[in-house]
């Protein structure tokens, strides 16, 4: 079994504090017991403590919050349980905590509204702060966010233990209720909305007041509102797919469905890759991919110009085809090792061929984990990792590894064929750090996951760096070991622990972030799950889950969720749900709290690579089987093919997952080996459960293809196999043998 992640924990002099807290309070010392509980929150802010649950989690299952955050709910707890110890607190904290509002409501200013949740949440502002964030992240249209801070202003009846509510509002239930009621309306949850107002109505069936721009009866407005939006134009699909997963929060929904009705528009040779000397894979079938053709290449779609990264002949290149013809736009190469004597020039690499055949894996032996290219495009700037694609060497190295055996940071311009951004490439420090994988951005700001490596223990952190990275070049006289580090605004460490490999052979991963409505959340594949404020990278929550044993022996134990690695979290109204490689479960949290929603029981969907998002009540997610799983209980609704288990060992399915599928439009489109299967989004109800709604098949032997990496962009579908890009359009002339049959 790998052991439990480690954090950091509150040390014993600050917990002492707290104990003490609850000595003064039995002993009505208010002063004093306020006192204690606020010097845990200026000594100890961002370490952090064990949230005492409502009911008991599975076993392995742990959340926690920074002291600051357990302090404030410790201080909330005060209106309950020594309201005298409330009111002095607040007669410290109350002018300080009505400027920061004041100012705040005025300015629209979300930085003075968040300091008077962060730091002073039971203060008599704590309500109309929350209630002033919500309404701007409703405006944005971040409807998830807004819903928890509503639901932060009304506290739980009968709740005994600790929670992030207000203790004692005075603004009106109804107001907020209504509110939230609002939320799903404007969401487009139309199911939830019903059930919310139905419940509203029977509650406060005379409560009036003014909500979107309307004033009167609450419930008949809200209800004339529901009404509407069955007539309001669905959210405009977006044209491109600019990462994995189609968008930052890996919950995309291409716009449109498409068919391969010939063969291809073009292909384009992409550079074979094998995992011979992998580690995971070694004596087992990989899931839902070949080792020897890895499908690692995860194309992205921009304006017409599809981006992809390769690595071959010594060289990382960031590649540009015209999404119509395929032809190379532009190309972008670094060298991902010093010239070697001998070793043609940069000019004459050309000359070698075409690239066929990947080298990233050249020069180690056996190794955990493979190579995997993506990209994130954010606005007219793509961002990838480059260079070498290992993240943890070898405790039993003999040299020290070069800048060049480490991963960097590739920043473009897209308006500029390519141009570098200033700045990039982007370098860690000193050999003990990497780059995890590809950043995610917004329009001044870079996230990444970086690994720290001491003696083969690994620590996880997320950066922020500023855009862009600084306005200096590289200076005169620079070695080829100098190191442009960036301008970092920010790094937080989530936690550590120990990878399969325990630093005896070199790893190479790949952890992707997810960045929505202003928080990042990582599922670091160490033991822990955590959400970081893109603003200052304070530590929202991190939450623990139970790690499985790597090559237990045990012929029972289905252990293909190690070959996860491309698994960022997914994330889907309310609810962030996650897959980590080093545990046999899915689970899903509430993004705004960390709070367990449900977790699959261990094993069960364990072969599941790919979270393909949301629709409805479904989660949709593949490996060598295709599921769907209720999201709201985690419950398996559809399981296709069937599952066959033969003895002791776990059968192969017929027909089995090759890749990574997608969504598009109302279908999902699923690639095996000899063809791409379409499916309804929603599976079909039945009097034993739910059966899959089959569409169509589309074969791609005929076409010159096998199973591989989905995108569904600019009306065409592309799919990356581990040998060559293709993409198929409607527009695609029939084949000779179509032809044939319609004469």
């Given at each position: ?68 955050e ?6 909330s ?8 110890a409330?009111a ?31 730091q002073a ?30 639901e932060?202003?009304?506290?739980t ?7 992030g ?40 069936p ?5 909500l979107?721009g ?28 600019p ?22 528009l ?22 839902a ?15 017409s110009?599809?981006l ?13 085809l ?36 990947s080298?990233?894996?050249d ?11 993506t990209v ?7 961002f ?15 040299d ?14 897209l ?15 000193t ?12 329009e ?6 970086m ?33 442009n580090?960036?301008?970092l605004?920010?790094?937080?460490k ?6 399969p ?31 970081v404020s893109?603003?200052d ?5 991190v ?6 044993a ?7 134990k ?28 899915i ?16 094993g069960?969907a ?18 060598d ?7 709201q ?34 279908h ?14 929603t ?6 459960g ?10 791609l ?6 199973g ?19 993409a198929?359009?409607e ?13």
């Amino acid at each position: 079994m790998l052991s439990p992640a480690d954090v950091d924990l509150l040390d014993s002099a600050a917990a002492t504090h707290l104990e003490s807290a609850k000595k003064f309070l039995a002993e009505r010392q208010w002063e004093e017991a306020v006192d204690a509980i606020r010097r845990v929150m200026e000594a100890d802010a961002g370490r952090l403590v064990k949230v005492p649950e409502v009911r008991p989690l599975p076993e392995g299952f742990e959340r926690l919050i920074p002291a600051r955050e357990f302090c404030q709910w410790r201080l909330s707890a005060l209106a309950t349980e020594a309201p005298e110890a409330l009111a002095h607190y607040r007669k410290l904290v109350d002018p300080l905590a009505e400027k920061w509002l004041t100012e705040g409501t005025a300015k629209r200013d979300e930085k003075l509204l968040k300091q008077v949740i962060q730091q002073a949440l039971a203060s008599s502002s704590g309500d109309e702060a929350l209630l002033r964030l919500a309404d701007i992240s409703q405006e944005r249209g971040e409807f998830a966010m807004s819903r928890y801070l509503l639901e932060r202003i009304l506290p739980t009846a009968g709740t005994k233990t600790l929670t992030g509510a207000y203790p004692d509002t005075d603004l009106p239930a109804a107001e907020i209720r209504a509110r939230l009621v609002l939320v799903s309306i404007l969401e487009g949850s139309s199911e939830r909305a019903a059930q919310e107002l139905a419940q509203f109505r029977e509650q406060f069936p005379a409560a009036t007041g003014r909500l979107a721009g309307k004033s009167g009866n609450l419930a008949d407005t809200l209800t004339a509102l529901l009404a509407q939006s069955s007539s309001w134009p669905a959210p405009k699909s977006a044209g491109d797919w600019p990462t994995l997963g189609g968008n930052q929060a890996r919950s995309g929904i291409a716009g449109g469905d498409v068919d391969i009705a010939g063969q291809p528009l073009w292909t384009f040779a992409l550079p074979r890759l094998h995992s011979d000397r992998e580690w995971i894979g070694a004596g087992r079938l990989r899931i839902a991919e070949d080792m020897k053709s890895l499908l690692s290449y995860h194309p992205a779609v921009y304006r017409s110009q599809v981006l992809l990264r390769l690595d071959a002949r010594g060289n990382s290149y960031i590649t540009s085809l015209s999404a119509q013809t395929g032809e190379v736009v532009w190309q972008v190469e670094e060298s991902r090792h010093p010239p070697l004597q001998g070793e043609p020039a940069k000019d004459d690499q050309g000359a070698k061929g075409p690239l066929e055949v990947s080298d990233a894996h050249d020069g180690l032996k056996r190794h955990l984990g493979v190579a995997r290219y993506t990209v994130t495009i954010q606005g007219h700037n793509l961002f990838t990792r480059i260079v070498s694609p290992v993240t943890g060497h070898s405790i039993h190295r003999r040299d020290e590894p070069t800048l060049k055996d480490q991963g960097w940071i590739m920043g473009l311009d897209l308006r500029t064929q390519g141009k570098p951004l200033d700045g990039f490439p982007l370098q860690p420090e000193t050999t003990s750090w990497s780059f995890e994988g590809t950043p995610v951005a917004d329009e001044s700001h870079l996230y990444v996951a970086m690994r720290r490596t001491e003696q083969g223990r690994c620590q996880m952190h997320i950066a922020c760096f500023d855009l862009p990275t600084t306005p200096l070049g590289v200076p005169a006289g620079a070695d080829e070991n100098y190191r442009n580090t960036g301008r970092l605004k920010w790094r937080t460490k989530l936690c550590s622990g120990t990878t399969p490999g325990a630093g005896d052979i070199d790893e190479i991963s790949h952890v992707l972030l997810s960045l929505d409505s202003g928080m990042i959340y990582c599922n670091t594949n160490l033991g822990a799950v955590a959400a970081v404020s893109a603003d200052d990278g304070r530590i929202a929550w991190v939450v623990k889950y139970p790690r499985a044993a790597f090559r237990s022996g045990d012929p029972d134990k289905n252990e293909g969720h190690f070959f996860r690695d491309l698994n960022p979290c997914l994330i889907a109204g309310d609810l962030m749900v996650v897959a980590p490689s080093d545990c046999d479960r899915i689970f899903a949290l509430r993004r705004g709290s960390g709070q367990l929603a449900w977790t699959t029981a261990p094993g069960v969907a364990a072969d599941v690579q790919h979270l393909l998002g949301c629709r409805g009540n479904s989660l949709i997610c593949s490996g060598d089987y295709l599921y769907w799983l209720d999201m709201q209980t985690g419950a398996v609704q559809v399981q296709y093919p069937a599952a066959v288990v033969g003895g002791p060992m776990f059968a192969s399915p017929s027909p089995r997952g090759l890749g990574r599928g997608i969504l598009a439009g109302d279908h999902v489109y699923w690639p095996t080996r000899e063809n791409v299967l379409v499916f309804h989004q929603t599976p079909r109800k039945t009097d034993g459960g739910y059966a899959p709604q089959g569409i169509k098949e589309m074969p791609l032997f005929p076409r010159g293809a096998v199973g591989g990496n989905l995108v569904v962009a600019e009306g065409k579908l592309f799919l990356a196999t581990g040998e060559k890009l293709l993409a198929f359009g409607e527009m695609n002339p029939p084949t000779k043998a179509a032809v044939d049959k319609e004469e």
